[in-house]
């Protein structure tokens, strides 16, 4: 799970990270509230950020044509200038496809005088199966760049689960990003404290970037998280109910969130063959092989190893709400699941929807000739596939019109 | 011979009295498994379905009844103590079926097992099989939740990070006639106790082991490690099949594991991989077992 930018700044700020000072905001006016109180508190210059779980907000374009969805302002009228025509508007950009997202929150911060930028990240490293701090003098950019140009300017520190981040190693990362007398201390501070954020709310990602070495008013150099990004580990969750309520619906497809009230795990793709599969592994293989004989899949649909009649047409009518969808396979391979089960669902689903579109269903394993005699008798026009070759190029077909 | 287990391993698990459990520890016994002790805290001195002893805590068990195996039925916020439980009791081997563990949980695991004996499977794996001599199998070592019957004894050893798609892969192997060796699931998280490389390394220790099939999908670097050994080291054909080349980048695909992030973890960098080290590669998952068959002597 995302969470947005303003409740990743309310978790790192309570693990003692430097922050910008700023709030977040839903009006025009509230905008120029925060503004007004930041620059009398001696802020020169307001960031005005949209708050939404993409990158590239800065280049992105709203559908009003508004330009940019991060403003920088002198004046709290500005502000709320900004604010207006921002909130309540869709931006699109790289990462939102066409769609675009809703801005219904915006947040307003003082903006630092940055003398450089730098990148500091928390992760998991899979091959270790250790906790990993990522760091680069090349902040402000789009990391995975930086690690396919020029790999040796990103340094990593795997951190020993048992003991947690030593101060040791935060200051060795400090140092290594060249910074010098006061900035280590302050740097490893901020690191120890992002780390902290990683391990205590079970997050997958913690991500600073820019983490920014700053010019105070007074003339001193210091250092301050300019921008936060953080992910979640979803099976986490349980024991994190404060970190449930900071959940945004509006930021998920509306299919999605129906198909997990129903523990359905579907992820709406833009091709015209919808599947439904049971088993992650077995889905992903689906769509590979609807792709390999030329059609696209519409969606990953796993609909679990134990899945119900009621599962199976709540899964049916999930697929056919998108409007892309040409054709269905559903390919099955009940190994403890009871074939026949599966195959009173798809009638029932059938029937319940009236469905119009071609069905390729392919049934293995237990208690299959049960299931293939539901098929057959419930007089219905669906296409029987073999294997799963067999199953894939059949529905291509259908759907081609062949 | 087989890997891991045998039809002769004495098996505990733990987790038998909830419905999940149960379930699988009937099918089982079903199909010849020796389950000989369950564990449920609080419910020591009671017999699951009048037969099998339930113990308060794994030390118990096993010292009761010889077990030497685990397989973990508990729920996701109780698996890593009970992972732990069995290595601190010394069990040969811990399968843990529970899927949804928080992944911090898993690097405390692993790190607290670090030099010790026990030997993790999983977590969100469906297990191990050593086909049994008996008709459609029976008689074999089944930990976890594959269906027996889909097995037949034989060479090939099958090695996957997905539950449904090792059936598939099984399956084909078996109406083609060829048994296996054992197959084993290594499970959809990013943290697991056991990994391709570990499993491959066993296959090719093993002399009853004459091919082996991989399976990975998209997410991590285990499969281009276990490639990179088995184009130093392993002399027997392996063939694999990689899930996931059509799935979006940043999104996981129903496995924890199963992400592609920050560019990393590409079917196409997996499947590249692959054919460097002469994996023979199943064009779809249709010809898993056929792309081996070629490759084998005959």
């Known amino acids: ?402 | 011979m087989s890997i891991l287990v045998t039809p002769q391993t004495r098996v505990l698990v733990q987790g038998i009295t909830g419905s999940f459990g149960a379930r699988h520890t009937q099918l089982s016994l079903a199909y010849g498994t020796q389950i000989v002790a369950g564990v449920t805290p609080g419910k020591g001195g009671q017999r699951f379905e009048d037969k099998i002893p339930i113990f308060d805590t794994v030390a118990q068990a096993m010292h009761e009844t010889g077990a030497t195996a685990s397989a973990i039925f508990v729920p996701p916020a109780f698996a890593a103590d009970a992972i732990l439980e069995g290595v601190d009791a010394s069990l040969d081997l811990v399968v843990c079926i529970t899927e949804g563990i928080p992944v911090n949980d898993m690097v405390k695991v692993k790190r607290a097992m670090e030099g010790k004996g026990t030997r993790l499977i999983g977590p969100n794996c469906p297990g191990i099989v050593t086909p049994g001599a008996g008709k459609d199998s029976h008689g074999g070592c089944r930990i976890g939740i594959a269906p027996g019957y889909i097995h037949k004894p034989g060479h090939i050893g099958v090695v996957s990070r997905s539950g449904t798609l090792t059936y598939e892969a099984v399956w084909q192997l078996t109406c083609r006639g060829v048994g296996q060796s054992t197959c084993v699931g290594i499970g959809g998280d990013p943290v697991n106790g056991t990994s391709h490389l570990d499993v491959i390394k066993l296959f090719n220790a093993d002399p009853d082991t004459q091919g082996i099939i991989m399976i990975g999908e998209i997410g991590g670097s285990a499969e281009e490690e276990a490639a990179a050994w088995i184009k130093r080291n392993c002399r027997k054909p392996v063939a694999g099949f990689i899930a996931g080349a059509t799935a979006p980048p940043g999104r996981r695909m129903g496995h924890a594991g199963a992400i592609v992030s920050g560019g990393k973890g590409t079917a196409a960098a997996k499947i590249a991989a692959f054919k460097e080290a002469g994996i023979g590669v199943a064009p779809t998952p249709s010809e898993m077992a056929e792309t081996l068959l070629k490759m084998m002597p005959r």
């Open chain 1, 1 to 402: 799970m995302n969470i947005h930018e303003y409740h990743a700044r309310q978790l790192l700020g309570q693990y003692g990270v430097a922050l910008p000072p700023g709030d977040v905001c839903d009006t025009p006016e509230g905008a120029r509230g925060i503004a007004a109180k930041l620059l009398a508190e001696g802020a020169d210059l307001i960031a005005v950020k949209s708050q939404i779980q993409a990158g590239g907000r800065g280049k992105g374009t709203f559908k009003s044509g508004y330009q940019g969805g991060v403003k920088l302002c002198k004046t709290a009228e500005d502000v709320a200038e900004k604010a207006k025509a921002m909130l309540g508007n869709v931006l699109v950009t790289k990462q939102t496809g066409p769609e675009g997202r809703l801005v219904s929150k915006l947040l307003v911060v003082a903006a630092p005088n940055i003398q450089k930028e730098l990148y500091l990240a928390v992760l998991l490293d899979r091959a270790s199966s250790r906790p990993v701090v990522m760091a680069s003098t090349e902040g402000g950019m789009d990391i995975e760049e930086v690690a396919a140009r020029t790999p040796e300017k990103i340094l990593k520190e795997t951190v020993d689960p048992a003991v947690g981040l030593m101060p040791y190693q935060a200051r060795k990362v400090a140092a290594a990003l060249g910074l010098k007398g006061e900035l280590i201390g302050l740097t490893a501070k901020l690191l120890l404290g992002v780390y902290k954020t990683w391990w205590e709310c079970d997050a997958t990602l913690v991500e600073i970037n820019p983490l920014c070495v700053i010019r105070t008013r007074e003339g001193k150099e210091s250092m301050l998280a300019v921008d936060a990004k953080l992910s979640l580990d979803d099976n986490s969750l349980f024991r994190h109910p404060k970190l449930q309520a900071m959940r945004d619906l509006a930021e998920e497809a509306p299919l999605e969130i129906e198909a997990s009230k129903f523990n359905l795990n579907y992820i709406k793709l833009d091709g015209s063959i919808a599947c439904l599969v049971n088993g992650a592994g077995l889905a992903m293989a689906t769509m590979d092989i609807i792709q390999h004989f030329g059609g696209r899949p519409a969606n990953f649909l796993d609909v679990g190893g134990g899945a119900s009649q009621e599962q199976v047409a709540a899964a049916f009518k999930i697929i056919l709400q998108d409007p892309n969808v040409k054709g269905i396979l559903v390919n099955i391979f009940g190994g403890i699941m009871d074939c026949d089960v599966i195959a009173t669902g798809i009638v029932a689903a059938v029937k319940e929807t009236g469905l119009k579109l071609p069905l390729v269903v392919r049934l293995e394993g237990n208690n299959v000739d049960a299931g293939n005699k539901t098929l057959a008798d419930s007089g219905l026009a669906l296409i029987r596939g073999g294997s799963m070759a067999d199953a894939a190029q059949k529905v291509v077909n259908a759907v081609a019109g062949r």
